[in-house]
């Protein structure tokens, strides 16, 4: 029962994976991003950078699992009415990087995910608001990233499955300098892979 | 008691001039000075009229030292006359005219793109020439370093420091083009002039620092995916990632002697202080805490790294003997302290300090333990101090918008750096180069 109840998941995630697309999301993917200009040379023309490819970059699950469905019993069926779907989104406290109890619900959830899809693995990026110093930041970020990384660990998820990176202050997922800005920025964002 | 903005008006015909030149100049608005400041008479140049109003050396040497904050250029319509050799000085015809000093000086054409220059600068009280220098077969590309040199020495006449005019800095900036951020990593001379981008990148660029000799920078960029420690050089196109480990690699900062360079990584689970020998490649783990532990800086000595951690809760101020590993806290006063920047003479540290009133740039006095709050903008960090430990350049937010300010060590004088069109964050005030 409870294995069958996980299958499900994967697709009523395909809508958050879709929501973590916002700016902040689709940044993180890299590769030779970055141009020398030799100064040597007045005039630099135009962005040498590679571009994104946002479809790549998604890798969307794996849909085919959705077919057990057809196996579940209404009982089970209506069993699976989600009690709650978590956004893959953590909030913490100014300077803070302890985990809630509701975090700890968002990531048990993920942790799930991951048991019932034993090849995908996290990527779990951590991020500060803007006010402090943004190398205090980074290291903040880290900190949060590594927080939910521990969780993740009490929750039996091998470590060679989580990734964690953390971009400080660099990469708000709104932009303003206010509390309702900061506080949307101080985050994990959880992505699957 | 501050003269705010009353020296913008003075400003604004030079901002407009420099708008026109391109859009990536920093450009440079006064907000505050002294009010004492000393007048100057910073008479026009005999020069060729082919010159751009960019090459007009008095011009630099005058906005220069209003930056400053210590002086007053006289308004050129008090001038009795425009002397440009020291001969032409009728001194009697300047006793209506409040000012100490004239700065005087003559541009010559020798040869295609080659200029003779004669500044002379003069103490009109006791008439008495104070410098008179001439350069010569400068190319008109150099003429504003000339100025910068020369307002170095006049300030050094005066006040008896070295100016740091004659200096570069470094910044990132941050704009949208087609939706999407792009970071670039600057230069330009300590005046926002002749800005020259030396890195792009989609991904987030952090912590310059500049090498002791000023030829190099180590800075954080995300180009991978994570933060990686580069250097690269100023001049020429070299560039090396240094190794990078599992976690962080940021922070760096150099040693006074560039042989090594401090950094903070993570890879033994928290944020860490390490160095980096640059000669060996070898790593050496410095502190080992739980705690945040990050934005080292050197003593002038090289024995002693100053850092922040939070490991009694909020970031503050410690410091560690790198021989006896023996480490103190240095800050005590305020609930957030962090990003020390020491002065060159090592008497003093430029922090990030929040005093219960916002996070604002302070001054750590060692001699004293003192900490006094210098700026008044909104969401300051990142202080770098002058090469002369006068100023401090940091980041800050005004309209919504990152950019930069320079103010005193005392907090009296001040001014806002920009740049069209985008944010500027993570300066760093680059060394006297030799």
Redesign the interface.
Known sequence: MNKLKLTLLPALLISLVGCSSTPTGT??????????????TPE?SG???TS?NRSEYLDPMDLTQAENLSQMTSEELAEMEPKGVFFPVIYFGF?QFNITDDSLETIKFYAEILKANPTKTIKISGHTD???????N???G??RA?AVFDAFSTLNIAADRLD?????E??PALA??NEEAWAKNRRVELLLK | MRLKNVLLSIAVPLLMLMSTISHAVLTIEIDEGYDNATPIAVVPFQQPNTLSAEQDIANVIASNLRRSGYFKPVSEKKFPEQPFEVEQINFAKWHSVDTDYLIIGQVSEQSSDRYQIDIAFVDRLRKKVMLNKRWKNIRGSQLRKVGHIMSDAIYQEILGIQGAFNTQIAYVTVQKENKKKVYTLEIADADGFNSQTILRSYEPIMSPAWSPDGRNLAYVSFENGRSEIFIQSIYGSFRKKLPAFKGINSAPSWSPDGTKLSMTLSKGGNPNLYIMDLKTGKFEQVTSDRAIETESDWSPDGQTLYFNSDRRGQPQIFAIDLKTKQTKRITFEGGYNSNPDLSADGKFMSILHNNGSGLNIAIYEFETGDVYTISDTFLDESPSFSPNGEMVLYAMNRGGRGQLAVVSKDGKASQVLKVKNAEVREPAWGPYVK
């Open positions: 940044e993180m993917e890299t590769q030779g991003s970055a141009t020398v200009v030799d100064p040597a630099y962005i040498q950078t994104l300077d803007e006010r402090g110093s943004s190398g205090y980074l290291g903040l880290e900190k590594s964690t990176v953390s971009f400080g660099e990469k303003g300098s």
